[in-house]
């Protein structure tokens, strides 16, 4: 490891307890594909990885339960416009008379080999994403310009993040030099089972209502071709769930979880609601 | 509670009294539908949710009369261009010799389990948009990445959001991946009882004037197909009463209550004071 | 009053002394129509108020010499692109080796119950229009994210804004969830004698040629037919009577005092540069 | 004079030394009509005053001996996109353990008396032409937001501005609500014999010379009709005459001091040149 | 060299241990024409130089051997949109009671004689193109205006950047007054023995299975023709040959490793996932 | 020298010692034209110069001889977008418990009577602009506004910018009322002798191949007709005579130092190329 001895020797650096970190919930994740088998080989060969796939499909549900199969820390960024270098690699603090380097959530990551998630990494500003570039390349080491240090990362150190091409807006492309050290894995809808196992076990409805609200999802998903930005997910299927089993009238409970959320389109919302009438 | 020990043992956290947050108003809610029990299953089941309806129709009197329903304190947040972050989350501060963190709104309502009331969410920069993601998946967790710790949320807990699609501009509009996160509650303007009720309590006037006033009231929401912007809210009838009672001439109190409010337009203006007209 | 008891049990709280604010001068403001008695009302109703009318017509006078009539403090804030909510709520200061928290202008006034009155409050950045939200519904509570308190205003808090629709860039319009918050009051320019009255007494100039100061006022008025963005207020009459009073030519004080300010345009300025010459 | 005792006791007050504005050169200025007398009417009646003419006239000059003959200091601030409120109004500084308040120049100029000359006031951003509307109108005070205070503008305080419509981009006007705060002086290259007199007496150069240079003048600002963007300073003039008495070669010194600089335009620069030729 | 004794005699100064930037790792360069003769000889001459090539050619590696080789210290900075010029030079930091100065990661550079590669330059805000070019031209000097110094570059230093014209946006061109400092030296992919190789070695393939990856990255740049953005790297082909040591199915390895990576269009990715069954 | 005792009083002034600005090296500048005699004739009149020509034709080089010759030292600042004010007037720093006022360049260079040099001057923010406007008329001194200060230039004190009109982009033009307070002086490349002098005595190469690469000098420039942005500088050429001295072979030492770097237009390269091969 690469570090600038003198600063470190004056100031006091502080990171998180990693053990935080280790995810300790049961996460129920239901695999699709191969997709665990390929994260593993891509962590075991040290390849950072894009996670690509619609609006709720699980893709953090995966990782969470791939961080504990592994039993490595999860830390979770979700990016945004305004996220900074500094807010990923950390900063100085005055605390009392001392001035102390706080490590941010990437350089914890890096220098506990945990596994560090950015969602949505497009969204973040261009320093955020090309901070990443030496630690996807032959060097893994992660430069601390303001600590005049660099640490190296170690093999158990992964990092994913999530994109989806074509959904986010044209100016906010990941650049081929930035999308080229990364390996693909895609994810979509859970099948009809596993989504009707999924909506049953945590919403508590009956295996008969979780059936006609993974139909009524399968048929909604088909409006895309019509105009539909994005289809309804299992979370939203999953909410209109929890509110029949509390209370609120089953129709009520599609409109209130997705019919107006899914779409504006006045029209979209009535094919919809058609769609929710023709099952429940 | 994951969080990091280290930072918040060297740095004292000083987060605000709950119980002032507790609704000790009379605030008087007339309910219009079944929102009431939607709102509190939504609560039950842990979902965040939008409220939508038009300017003044009593949105956030409903979440007041809600967050004493339920007994929990209330944490409203007006959303604007600048809200960074930073001023949901909370921020150091020097005191004396000392650096303190202080909680910022979010974050004090997740502490304690409030209903943290987001007005006009749209309004605010992306980072607090994408902020609230942790908090409206299954991981219901606050990271707080300046003090290098999380925080998870308790059931009691509750994300509410106001958001009016369509109004705000094209360029504000929410991402699919923020608002299927939430389900949604919708408001229209009180019935012509209740809303004659409520301008007679708030503003002193006969039942007679209030009647008018209501009469007013809907056929200027129906000059919207004409070109206005929004129809008039019960709290502009309420103004126009109050006013009236303190002794303005009728006609001149809705000229200062709501002819010149609505709409810059010379046309639609005289429409409007057509119509008070014909009943006052 | 709601408020953090935490954090201002650390922090020493800065108000000015509200008595620096009371109205001394004898504010001369001669009543054009109701809106003394309109703006009492709303006074006493505790409605927020828009005040429209043209540059220089008086408004500012009103608001003065109301808050002398109602015995309230006056704290006037001129509104700009760079106004940050924190120029108008207060921010943190080191003063020795101590925090203090620095009211704003709005804070002291809700503090102390005076007028606030916001001028051309649309040229303010969004968050202070979004930071009034509260201040001006059921509520009356200004939120002090930074303090970690909320502040509730007495009945005697008055805020008052002057905005001139159409006037403003099309971009700065109030939005109908912040307009329809306020009760309007609109201005013109003063009857002939009324102008001719205050010309007189603050120019010193005879009432002959006040009188033809008024007239030349009222042509060129009429030239906004012809494209003049804006008429000649009192305010430039009253500096062309000062300055014949002071010696200079009359043509050339009337040139000095509205001919090159009104328009840049040489044909128009020629135009009123001949009513001049008409009357003089 | 209002003013927070409270900030002001806990704080020291910096200002400068207004002695050391007082104008002690001998700026020669030649008047070229009544605007020595306008001005002083203007400062007289408290009436605040627009310079408008062309990029080197003697504006400057111009406000110097005015300064100097009325025996105000001078506070001249170069406005660009960048001054902020807080460089006219003044800031906080930490001075050793202290806290101090440094007057920035309009209000060490407010605070004293002076005349404040803000150079090119359009370059300024909207905060520093909104900060002086108080100071424009029936008030006279300085509202010093970040220190609770305001204060009063004694009588001889005058704030001059200098404003070219048309010549900034159009972006770039004054508000009308701004501009009719001001009176206009206009100003114009002196006459032929004043500017003969101005360049020998600057540079040492021969009266015919300086005859020449004039007459060159005179031709180059006729070809503002051709598409000059601006005619050829007094000042450019004078620094041809101070590099002949130099040595320059005659030529080769108006090459320097203003055929290159007047415009880029290849052809036009041809047309200078060659008025240069036909007249030395 | 050049350097203020005030303000260094008042203020400790910081640098990193240049040891920690000697490169130790043995990185595997292997040469594919003359480049590491010409990066010697323009090395030797103080020549500043500009690597253009595609993505994942090797640039990183050759930088990092020809630093081994030379013996100096190599110090990389990833260019992006938010870096400062302060960022390369260094900034003051407050440590305890104390005012340090910290150098950046150029100013280290050029105290110890370092290769500095700026890794995609033009990235870069202007003020860090401009920065560089004092150190670029006969002065080879280094400005330090926050600390009031600067410092001569050593022989040993040596400036490198890396810059593909043509490939970022159109917006970001280096300035001739910028790019007519550098010699160039350009890469590109290697050749088939050598790819199979690298691959082969890094991914420890077989040379039959590494034969065939680098058959598909040849067929697949050539798609460059047909719209593809950029081909298909060396370190994706290693990518997917380690993926498939780690026992992902060669063809799910290819998917995974580059058929989604290298373009969003499904009409390229469906050629690109053609030419991967053709070979395997 | 005007000066605010009270803030200078309280505070230490640090400015760098001039004397490290002094020019020791051997700058070889060979003459063109008359530029040494009107340089000094402006030095003498105390006339800003603007240094117009083409990157790399020596103006740097011209400068520092200059500064030699009259026996000033030189401070050079290159511009940029991010060139703020303080860059250049200084700014307050706190060391130990003390704050202390740091000089910026132009305030040492003000100070002290040097010469400062601002290379490429439109690059710099239009405050930076304006800030040197009261130092280049007939007042001669910089406001310090931060510092609560003005300073008088002494005669020896000269203002030199380098400034390419119609090089940079449109948008980045000198305003007349900036550019009227210079004299011009014009840069071409140098004389077919002087430049193989120079390319001799700095690269090491012999006079033939000298002889050559300025052959290919010319015609190269004379390809701006044909679309090339900038002819190749004699920089560029002395590197070209380097890298043969250094062993790399004559063509491919051209194409490293210029052909590459004049053009991504592979026609134009191809036309260079031609050229180089017609010569070498």
Redesign the interface.
Known sequence: M??????EG??RI????VE??LVSED?VYIETG?EV??FE??W??T?PV?L?GP??CGK??FV?SMAKKLGRPLI??????????S?LLG??????????W????LT?GVRHGAIVYL??VV?A???T???I??LT???RVL?L??L???ISAPDDFMLVVSYN??YQSVRKEMK??T????????FDYPSKDVEREVIKSESGVSSELAGALVEIGLRVRELKQRGL??G??T??LV?AG??I?????PK?AC????V???T?DRQLQGAVRALVSDHL
Chains 1, 2, 3, 4, 5, 6 share one sequence.
Not at 91 to 100: A, F, K, M, Q, Y
Not at 255 to 258: K, L, P
Request: hydrophobic share 35%; glycine share 6%; aromatic share 4%.
């Open positions: 690469h570090s600038s001895k003198i600063l004056l100031m502080l990171t998180p307890n935080d970190y996460a191969e088998a390929q080989a891509a075991r060969g390849i894009i690509q609006t709720g953090s549900r969470s979770t960024v979700a990016c945004h416009e305004d996220l900074s270098a807010d900063r100085h603090l005055i605390v009392g008379d001392e001035t102390v706080c490590d941010g959530p914890t969602d949505e969204e500003r261009n320093d994403l090309v901070v570039h030496p390349d032959h060097r430069p310009e303001r005049g240090a660099q091409p074509g081929p030099s999308r080229q050290r990364f390996a693909t894995i895609e930005d994005e309804v997910s979370r939203l909410y929890k509110l089993v509390l209370g609120v009238e009520a409109e209130m979880a997705f107006k959320n899914l504006d």
